[in-house]
């Protein structure tokens, strides 16, 4: 089994000494690094290439949207995938961070195993949006999307593609979009990783933007 690397990014340390202990408790997780602030979060990726990195909204200097910005911009560091923390549900933090690339966001407050679950889903490739917030986070999003025409390279998608695109951006899970098309969970995951392929999408949160601005979800 391999192991996933998780750095932590706050500027609390009793903080991050509450998640790394979490972590450090986990068989298949371990600790890869720690910063208080976003620019210390940019350096520690570089150094670190951790699986996934919890990075805090609210830190001093530069904060956690703008480090994730610049670690999404960065390709030698693809491999790192970030779950924002946040202690607000609906702040628009959270559309700034899905559209940065975040690949999950959870309410700190949230309950251990959902944020171990968001860790394993985000070191997968996969995302998860805080499960309290989910549906109003997107309906949100829905309301502050730009509208107008489908981006151009939606054209490359097949019609089931762009079925399924939608009701990723609705909020379905893989599990969820197989039971509504009636199609087993592994063809569900391949149609998302395929539509992840041709719309250049990081992971799945910037197919909930893509859906919205492309005009499948309202």
């Known amino acids: 089994m391999s192991t996933i690397r998780v750095a932590l990014a706050d500027d609390q340390a009793?903080?991050?000494m509450g998640l790394r202990v979490l972590i450090d408790a986990e068989d298949d997780m371990e600790p890869a690094g720690e910063a208080a602030d976003g620019r210390e979060a940019v350096h520690t990726v570089r150094r670190e290439r951790p699986d996934v990195i919890l990075m805090d909204v609210r830190m001093p200097g530069?904060?956690?949207i703008a480090a994730l910005r610049e670690i999404a911009a960065?390709?030698?560091l693809a491999g790192t995938r970030v779950v924002v923390l946040t202690t607000f549900e609906l702040?628009?933090?959270v559309f700034d961070a899905l559209r940065a690339g975040a690949a999950g966001f959870l309410i700190k407050d949230s309950d251990p195993g959902e944020l171990l679950r968001a860790i394993r889903l985000a070191a997968a490739g996969e995302s998860l949006l805080s499960p309290s917030v989910t549906r109003s986070v997107i309906a949100s999003f829905a309301s502050r999307a730009p509208s107008g025409s489908p981006r151009p390279d939606l054209g490359e998608l097949t019609e089931r593609e762009r079925e399924v695109?939608?009701?990723?951006?609705?909020g379905l899970s893989n599990a969820e979009i197989a039971e509504r098309l009636v199609v087993s969970p592994a063809t569900a995951r391949t149609h998302v990783s395929r539509s992840m392929?041709?719309?250049?999408?990081?992971?799945r949160a910037q197919l909930v933007v893509i859906a919205y601005r492309a005009g499948l979800v309202r």
Do not use: N, Q
């Open 165 to 170: 695109l939608a009701l990723v951006g609705e």
């Open 91 to 93: 702040d628009e933090y």
């Open 62 to 64: 530069m904060d956690g």
């Open 74 to 76: 960065d390709d030698r």
């Open 197 to 203: 392929v041709k719309l250049h999408a990081r992971d």
């Open 14 to 16: 009793l903080v991050r």
